[in-house]
């Protein structure tokens, strides 16, 4: 019998489509995960454990290999660094990361950016060598320049509705953001069949996956 794969499955916007794909992929598991209160589900069935985490720390479980693999957005692989392997785009939950402002604003010297990701945020300014100041927030990272506590923010745009509802503007996108599959380095050594089982399962669907969730 194959060994059971631990995979740190994120709550919210990317749990409903990660479980579509992998049940494209052939894996019996039921659509109502994300439904309970448990943390830790097992899925016989599919020889996978899903732990049920926020999805801000799911490479942190797969870094220290509590989890095997797990599922994660781009933008939080760019802002925390971890010490994952990256296997697989997974083609969902896409966004991006852009600068944003009011339509009025005018360069000032110094000037306060807010933003649910400092690294990401600081590294972007830096490498065009202007000088901000970086303040950390931890949601509705729109009010900051609504209310004057920063002049740009840096943040994820997916519709762009939250933008245009608050009256403001995209000035330049930074990078493109869907979900990855993330594996543990030793993980990925010692269920390197299985993983590169499920790898292959996965990649056999990706292409049409999203294609076939717009014509839904
Ligand atoms: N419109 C969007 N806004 C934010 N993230 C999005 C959006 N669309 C897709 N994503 C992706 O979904 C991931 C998880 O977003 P989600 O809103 O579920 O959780 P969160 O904002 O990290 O945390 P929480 O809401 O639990 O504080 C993001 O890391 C990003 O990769
Ligand atoms: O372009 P849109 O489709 O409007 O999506 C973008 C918005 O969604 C996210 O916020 P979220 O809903 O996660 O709430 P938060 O501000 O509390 O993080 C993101 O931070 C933007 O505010």
């Known amino acids: 019998m ?11 916007r990317i749990n409903k ?13 039921p659509d109502d995960l994300d439904d309970s209160r448990k ?15 926020k ?4 490479a942190t479980y797969v870094e220290y290999g509590v989890a095997d693999i797990g599922v994660v957005g781009k933008d ?4 925390e660094n971890r010490d994952v392997y990256e296997l697989l785009d997974l083609g969902i939950a896409r ?4 600068v944003i402002g009011l339509p009025d604003w005018t360069p000032l010297l110094n000037p306060r950016v807010a933003t649910k990701y400092p690294n990401v945020a600081s590294q972007y300014f830096r ?4 000088q901000v100041e970086v303040i950390k927030l931890n949601g509705s990272i729109e009010l900051a320049p609504l209310i004057g506590l920063a002049d740009r923010i840096v943040d994820m745009v997916e519709t762009g509705r939250t933008l245009e509802e608050n009256g403001l503007v995209e000035m330049e996108s930074i990078f493109e953001i869907t979900s990855r599959l993330i594996a543990n380095r030793v993980s990925y050594r010692m269920k390197n069949d299985i993983i590169q ?16 969730k717009a014509l839904k």
């Open 2 to 12: 194959l060994p059971i794969l631990k995979v740190a499955m994120p709550k919210g």
């Open 17 to 29: 489509p990660a479980i579509k794909l992998l049940q494209a992929a052939g894996f019996d598991i």
């Open 39 to 53: 943390l830790i589900i097992t899925v016989p069935e599919a020889r996978l454990q899903f732990i049920m985490a």
């Open 55 to 58: 999805p801000v720390d799911v």
């Open 76 to 79: 939080v692989l760019m802002e």
């Open 95 to 98: 966004c991006r990361m852009s």
């Open 127 to 130: 490498e065009r060598g202007q």
């Open 197 to 212: 089982q499920l790898c292959d399962r996965l990649q056999a669907v990706i292409p049409g996956f999203e294609t076939l």
